[in-house]
């Protein structure tokens, strides 16, 4: 059974629908003449599905690692519950992410008191079937959802903090293609187009996508139970034989979903550059490479450098600040999805 929505969540969904439904004419005109437009959005419907790419070895407010969290009662939750996120750090009233969910939501969820349970939870819509999940950039891992939550969401084409112009919902999606027929990247796919994107519904899986910036986003509205909402909990392999890992497998079990695994990335110190997210990211890639991974970087080895940051900050004060560092391991993060190579069997430090 679906989630009950409460008012304010139905508000959000109606406002961006009506809004959404508003503009469609202007949809249509850059969309063009398409004979199979609506079945282009059938295909969505029916074959789209949504992750939430997460990192499950980072703390969240309480002290516990998201994936603690999730195994607590079976739930994922967003950043306003959390106070953790793979992106800004603005989830709290007032904050930055706030305000961008008054202007979107139409001022759904700010009528009456603050409740940070109501809010919606972020992911993407991975019409290309990346096998690491639609944004990559959030996390190493991602629950796959089952395509009945699409009903419940919100779209924009780009990420919602640059306040893009495409939006949408799954009856109300005519936007979003717009954007991303536009937007001729297909979702990081070389190649080819949104339409032939869409034609190929249901594809197979393509391998991991690396699309940083080249996404669906997704606004989940409601509970997000994994027993009831999940299909699978897809992982990278620098988790296999640790503690994460196996935590990780046993929220799959109890919540009777599937454990999937995807290629993962890895790279060594020497090959991280200076020019894909900056100066700093090659000394500390040198140390996490050394201290953490045996002279490789992964999911892993980054992980466990963030928790040192957490648990030991004077540890890193010739690297910088604690938040400059940990922007720091974020574009790490990054440059690790943009050129790693796949994960080899697991590593030495992945019996811990």
């Known amino acids: 059974m679906p989630p009950v929505l409460t008012?304010?969540?139905?508000?959000?969904?109606?406002?961006?629908?009506?809004?959404?439904?508003?503009?469609?004419?202007?949809?249509?005109?850059?969309?063009?003449?398409?004979?199979d437009l609506e079945e282009l959005i059938a295909g969505v419907r029916a074959h789209g599905r949504v992750t939430l790419n997460f990192h499950p070895d980072r703390h969240v407010t309480g002290g516990l690692t998201v994936a603690e969290s999730m195994a607590r009662d079976g739930r994922y939750?967003?950043?306003?519950?959390?106070?953790?996120?793979?992106?800004?750090?603005?989830?709290?009233p007032g904050g930055d992410r706030?305000?961008?969910?008054?202007?979107?939501?139409g001022g759904a969820y700010h009528r009456g008191a603050f409740t940070p349970a109501e809010r919606p939870v972020y992911g993407g819509l991975n019409l290309a079937d990346h096998a690491d999940g639609a944004s990559p950039r959030f996390g190493s891992c991602h629950v796959r959802l089952r395509p009945a939550v699409l009903e419940r969401c919100t779209f924009s084409f780009g990420d919602?903090?640059?306040?893009?112009?495409?939006?949408?919902?799954?009856?109300?999606?005519?936007?979003?293609l717009a954007g991303l027929v536009e937007s001729g990247t297909a979702l990081g796919l070389a190649g080819t187009d949104g339409f032939a994107l869409l034609r190929g519904l249901p594809g197979t899986s393509r391998g991991v996508g690396r699309s940083l910036d080249d996404y669906i986003e997704a606004q989940v509205h409601g509970v997000v139970d994994l027993a009831a909402d999940a299909e699978a909990l897809v992982l990278d392999p620098s988790f296999r034989g640790t503690g994460t890992g196996e935590l990780l497998a046993a929220i799959a079990r109890d919540a009777g979903?599937?454990?999937?695994?995807?290629?993962?990335?890895?790279?060594?110190?020497?090959?991280?550059?200076?020019?894909?997210?900056?100066?700093?990211?090659?000394?500390?890639?040198?140390?996490?490479?050394?201290?953490?991974?045996?002279?490789?970087?992964?999911?892993?080895?980054?992980?466990?450098?963030?928790?040192?940051?957490?648990?030991?900050?004077?540890?890193?004060?010739?690297?910088?600040?604690?938040?400059?560092?940990?922007?720091?391991?974020k574009q790490l993060w990054h440059t690790l999805v943009h050129l790693g190579r796949p994960s080899p069997p697991p590593h030495p430090q992945n019996s811990r």
């Open 7 to 35: 008012a304010a969540q139905l508000a959000a969904l109606d406002h961006v629908r009506r809004s959404a439904d508003a503009r469609r004419a202007e949809a249509l005109a850059r969309i063009g003449e398409v004979c």
């Open 77 to 92: 939750r967003s950043q306003f519950e959390t106070g953790h996120s793979n992106g800004g750090l603005t989830a709290f």
């Open 98 to 105: 706030d305000r961008w969910e008054e202007r979107i939501f």
């Open 160 to 176: 919602s903090h640059l306040d893009p112009p495409d939006w949408g919902t799954i009856g109300s999606f005519h936007g979003v």
């Open 257 to 329: 979903i599937g454990v999937e695994w995807h290629a993962g990335f890895q790279l060594t110190a020497p090959e991280v550059p200076a020019g894909f997210r900056g100066s700093a990211i090659p000394p500390l890639a040198a140390i996490v490479a050394a201290e953490f991974g045996a002279g490789f970087i992964d999911a892993e080895t980054v992980g466990r450098a963030a928790a040192t940051l957490r648990d030991d900050p004077a540890r890193w004060t010739r690297t910088g600040t604690p938040p400059e560092v940990r922007q720091y391991l």
